[in-house]
């Protein structure tokens, strides 16, 4: 009898669907690209099944360069990370995007633009993955380096996390990235705009993208004025690196290996000077704090639901207490 390859694809994915967050994980470690989609589907949910797999992940990671790609919207991000991951597979690499894309109004999932660019250029040894923003950052504070550690314990490295612009949100994604490439294009502003954007803060590698349109020459200059301000105005980085410029037209792929090199020059130099142990370490106690926050915001749901809680707010409401008093009160009977 003739196999069945359409019930087979159905009992795999029913399979993956029923196995255990541990399950998941070992199978996702020996290459199972299935069970790893799973896998960030639950750290995107959320829950006790995604603290599960941080915790079966987190001793096995570590070894994966983060870089994170961020710039506003038309820079050309994507078509640069898929020329990118082009590179890369055709050098052997086993690499990851998580792609943090602006969420559906209506469904409130990925709307997947990014990814959908990214396809065509991505070889086989690629994982492609879109996380919706959902319009908040505490939700990506924890999903983002809980899908980063997922992809570090699957084997994949680099791991590169695409940003849908430059905002918080972007700035607070970028935190988790050892090595930020903020992507530029000519005719992008001043470098007092630049400034109000964070991105003199987060760049590691520069790229001034669509390269062969006019204007170029100008984003390279306003660049490098503003990279000689901060080191007027000692806001350059700390250890003396100064964020490289490199000029791209992503269509074509000119300059790509470029900043690929720029990339394994800030890697080396995190190594050499230590940095990177320290950088890390930084982004462990944030997702620490989040994840602090996260659990005292739903202890205090538990608590306002008390009576003694809701005795506090109908005082505050009826003006014979403050607000501040109330809050002190409840964080009282919150601290037991």
Same mark, same amino acid.
């Given at each position: 009898?003739?196999?069945?390859? @359409? ?8 399979? =993956?669907?029923?196995?255990? *967050?541990?399950?998941?994980f070992?199978?996702?470690?020996? @290459? ?21 797999i ?6 096995? !990671?570590?070894? #994966? ?11 050309? $991000?994507?078509?640069? !990370?898929?020329? +990118?991951? $082009?590179?890369?597979s055709d050098s052997k690499?086993?690499? *990851? ?9 209506? !469904? ?7 990814? =959908?660019?990214m ?5 086989? /040894? ?8 959902r ?7 924890? #999903?983002?380096? #809980? ?6 314990a ?7 996390i ?9 700035? &607070? ?11 530029? !294009? ?9 400034? $109000?954007? @964070?991105?003199l803060?987060?760049? &590691? ?8 349109r006019?204007?170029?020459?100008d984003?390279?200059r ?28 992503s269509?074509?792929?000119?300059? =790509?290996?470029?900043?690929?090199? #720029?990339? *394994? ?8 000077? @230590?940095?990177?142990d320290?950088? /890390?370490?930084?982004? +462990? ?8 926050q996260r659990?005292?915001? &739903?202890?205090?749901?538990e608590?306002?639901?008390? /009576? ?8 505050a ?5 403050s ?14």
């Amino acid at each position: 009898m003739a196999l069945d390859e @359409g019930g087979l694809g159905r009992d795999l994915g029913a399979s =993956i669907r029923s196995a255990s *967050a541990s399950e998941l994980f070992e199978q996702a470690r020996n @290459g199972n690209r299935r069970a790893l989609g799973r896998l960030l589907t639950l750290i995107e949910t959320g829950g006790e099944a995604a603290d599960e797999i941080t915790e079966l992940a987190h001793p096995e !990671t570590g070894q #994966a360069h983060v870089i994170g790609v961020t710039g506003a919207p038309g820079a050309g $991000k994507s078509t640069m !990370t898929g020329q +990118l991951l $082009k590179l890369l597979s055709d050098s052997k690499h086993q690499s *990851a995007v998580l792609a943090v894309d602006p969420s559906s109004p209506l !469904t409130g999932g990925a709307i997947l633009g990014d990814r =959908i660019r990214m396809d065509h250029l991505a070889g086989t /040894r690629t994982f492609i993955r879109s996380m919706a923003t959902r319009g908040h950052s505490g939700g990506l504070a924890l #999903a983002v380096p #809980a899908a980063v550690r997922a992809f570090d314990a699957a084997g994949y490295d680099p791991v590169l996390i695409e940003t849908v612009g430059v905002g918080q949100v972007e700035v &607070d994604v970028a935190a988790t990235a050892d090595t930020t490439v903020v992507v530029v !294009t000519p005719g992008w502003g001043d470098a007092v705009q630049a400034n $109000k954007a @964070g991105l003199l803060e987060v760049a &590691d590698v520069f790229v001034v993208n669509k390269s062969d349109r006019p204007g170029a020459s100008d984003a390279r200059r306003d660049l490098e004025l503003m990279l000689d301000l901060s080191h007027i105005t000692g806001q350059e980085h700390s250890s003396g690196y100064r964020a490289p410029i490199v000029m791209v037209n992503s269509i074509e792929a000119d300059g =790509i290996a470029d900043v690929w090199k #720029a990339i *394994a020059q800030h890697r080396e130099h995190l190594a050499n000077s @230590g940095l990177i142990d320290q950088t /890390r370490a930084s982004r +462990l106690e944030s997702e620490v704090r989040s994840r602090v926050q996260r659990l005292l915001g &739903d202890g205090i749901d538990e608590v306002m639901a008390t /009576r003694p809680a809701r005795q506090e707010l109908v005082d505050a409401v009826g003006r014979t207490i403050s607000p501040v008093t109330a809050a002190r009160r409840i964080v009282a009977i919150v601290r037991g």
